[in-house]
DNA sequence: CAGTGGTCTAGACCACGAA
DNA sequence: TCGTGGTCTAGACCACTGC
């Protein structure tokens, strides 16, 4: 692990340790400097890490605060393909699988992995649940050229650590797209909901360090816990 | 303008005007280094701000790419609180104001502001259309002791510009909630939409760089315009 | 093993906020 | 004016990719 991701890690949990609360400050980058015996470009670096987790906010000539929580019940958007944070505060999350098997690449799929149309795909489909309600409804779709092999167990677990530490493959940055529709009748009946009512799509493409798409998931969440939220940072500002 | 910054933007402009596409390769960070005779920290610090804002993604061992495009239709997340990216591909996209008045802050407004119920705040409140479709409803609150004066004319302009140039304040970072409900009569008539069809609300909280929250947005969106994209990045990545 | 991105350093100097 | 964050430099050294 890096000097200033470590870092970053123990400023992380200085902050929780000691409870801190939104506009609090944390040491001065003079005091980390010393404290952690590294250059101050590495200090800057961990607090610029930190910033863009939206976990504090410099300011230049005043210092570096901690920025506050979340409304209760939102979930990261960006963090994961599941719908809910599976953390002590929020009720247990369940995830089943209830389909693998490899198929050939619908024309959506394709292109989402960048394949031929008809390629070979692995497809998993699993049901999210959060207290025995159903939450979500996920189809992911892996690249079989680059996922040689998948299994049943495999698949329940954390697939991408899977890829990251047997299959040595190195993850890179994701799409996410959203939009809105109705529920169909099969949707409807397995959320328990009524045919014509919200839901929301999230898509998200995967790709590898090197720019090539391996996985693509596609979700439809039940819209009465379709809650998200998204710590923007100084980029995200430009109205 | 920054060094680094500058740069960012004269690397976007050499992609558009050499029609880049995904995967084309930019120059290395040596070459860059000369051509614009700077340091190799300003090369990556523009380049890291490229690739943080899904423009280009950097493989060490190998070199920088373009990142790719996003599907037709669907809009940055997030960029701005409107519903489309007004650029020459889209539909032009018309705001219009229909009304500002100073209000009492409900206890949400005071919340979301971090001020006591009842305070004064000015209230504006937005048709967005495209295409003569009504595309989103936004009412927007800005903390009446942050913006003291603001009138129909500014309103209508760009307020951020107002708030930058003229009053001089720093825009930090944005909280965005997202969430899903369905149409009440009210909102139906004005979208031309049923009572029950899916509705997006999205509210945004904008701070100062200080931190200190001073404009909050609530909008309503058609459900068959609510279509957002979002690049992520490294970071996004951790399953 | 050459080419390329990435970390880290030490230090000069700048920009901004608060007193 | 002083404390604090931020930019920029020059260069050593490391880690990964692909030939």
Redesign the interface.
């Given at each position: 692990m890096l000097k200033y991701q470590k870092i970053a890690l123990e400023i992380e949990k200085y902050i929780t340790v000691h409870s801190l609360k939104?506009?609090d400050k944390i040491p001065v980058i003079e005091t980390l400097i010393s404290q952690y015996k590294v250059s101050k470009s590495t200090i800057i670096k961990a607090l610029n890490l930190l910033e863009?987790?939206?976990i504090v906010?410099m300011?230049r000539g005043?210092g570096t605060?901690v920025?506050?929580q979340?409304?209760k019940g939102?979930n990261n958007?960006?963090?994961?393909?599941d719908c809910r944070e599976d953390d002590s505060k929020n009720p247990p999350f369940l995830r089943k699988i209830i389909g693998m098997e490899i198929v050939r690449a619908i024309p959506d799929v394709a292109t989402a992995l960048g394949l031929e149309e008809d390629s070979k795909v692995y497809s998993v489909r699993y049901v999210h649940y959060i207290e025995k309600q159903v939450l979500c409804m996920e189809q992911v779709f892996y690249n079989k050229n680059i996922i040689s092999y998948l299994d049943k167990e495999i698949a329940s677990e954390?697939?991408?650590?899977y890829l990251k530490n047997i299959l040595g493959l190195k993850?890179?940055?994701?799409?996410?797209?959203?939009?809105?529709?109705?529920l169909n009748s099969e949707e409807a009946s397995i959320f328990g909901l009524n045919i014509?009512?919200?839901?929301?799509c999230k898509e998200i493409i995967?790709?590898l360090?090197?720019?090539q798409p391996f996985c693509y998931s596609r979700a439809v969440l039940n819209?009465?816990q379709?809650?998200?939220?998204?710590?923007?940072?100084?980029?995200?500002?430009?109205?």
């Amino acid at each position: 692990m890096l000097k200033y991701q470590k870092i970053a890690l123990e400023i992380e949990k200085y902050i929780t340790v000691h409870s801190l609360k939104q506009g609090d400050k944390i040491p001065v980058i003079e005091t980390l400097i010393s404290q952690y015996k590294v250059s101050k470009s590495t200090i800057i670096k961990a607090l610029n890490l930190l910033e863009d987790k939206g976990i504090v906010f410099m300011v230049r000539g005043s210092g570096t605060f901690v920025r506050g929580q979340i409304r209760k019940g939102y979930n990261n958007l960006l963090l994961t393909q599941d719908c809910r944070e599976d953390d002590s505060k929020n009720p247990p999350f369940l995830r089943k699988i209830i389909g693998m098997e490899i198929v050939r690449a619908i024309p959506d799929v394709a292109t989402a992995l960048g394949l031929e149309e008809d390629s070979k795909v692995y497809s998993v489909r699993y049901v999210h649940y959060i207290e025995k309600q159903v939450l979500c409804m996920e189809q992911v779709f892996y690249n079989k050229n680059i996922i040689s092999y998948l299994d049943k167990e495999i698949a329940s677990e954390s697939i991408f650590n899977y890829l990251k530490n047997i299959l040595g493959l190195k993850i890179g940055f994701p799409d996410i797209y959203i939009n809105l529709d109705k529920l169909n009748s099969e949707e409807a009946s397995i959320f328990g909901l009524n045919i014509g009512d919200p839901m929301l799509c999230k898509e998200i493409i995967y790709h590898l360090a090197s720019g090539q798409p391996f996985c693509y998931s596609r979700a439809v969440l039940n819209y009465k816990q379709a809650k998200f939220f998204i710590k923007g940072n100084r980029l995200n500002s430009y109205i």
